[in-house]
C-alpha cells in the first residue's frame, strides 16, 4: 500500500509541474514574450492544454464567473497540496 501511496504523490509532483509550467507559459504569452506561433511553444502550449483541460473544466464548472480571470490553476493547486499533505500525514496508517 505504501509503493501505491508513494506513485500516487509522484503523479501529484508532475501534476503540479505541469499546472505551473501552465501558468508561468500563460502569462509569457498573454505579456507577448512567448509566441504561440512558433514551433516549439505551440507544441507545449498545446499539449499542456490537451492534459490540463479536462482538469481545469470540471473546477471551472463549479467557480463563479470571474469576468476574465481564471482562478482554475490556483484551485487546482491548492487541491494538490491539500491530497498530498493528507497523503504524507496518514502514509503510517496504510503501511
Request: without cysteine.
Amino acid at each position: 500500500m505504501l509503493t501505491i501511496i508513494q506513485a500516487i504523490l509522484l503523479i501529484l509532483g508532475v501534476v503540479r509541474f505541469f499546472v505551473i509550467a501552465h501558468f508561468i507559459m500563460s502569462w509569457l504569452i498573454r505579456f507577448e514574450v512567448l509566441n504561440i506561433r512558433q514551433e516549439f511553444v505551440g507544441q507545449v502550449w498545446y499539449s499542456l492544454e490537451r492534459i490540463l483541460d479536462p482538469i481545469y473544466s470540471r473546477v471551472r464548472s463549479v467557480l463563479p464567473n470571474m469576468g476574465g480571470i481564471d482562478l482554475s490553476p490556483i484551485v487546482v493547486l491548492v487541491g494538490i497540496e491539500i491530497l498530498r499533505i493528507f497523503l504524507i500525514n496518514n502514509m503510517m496508517a496504510f503501511a
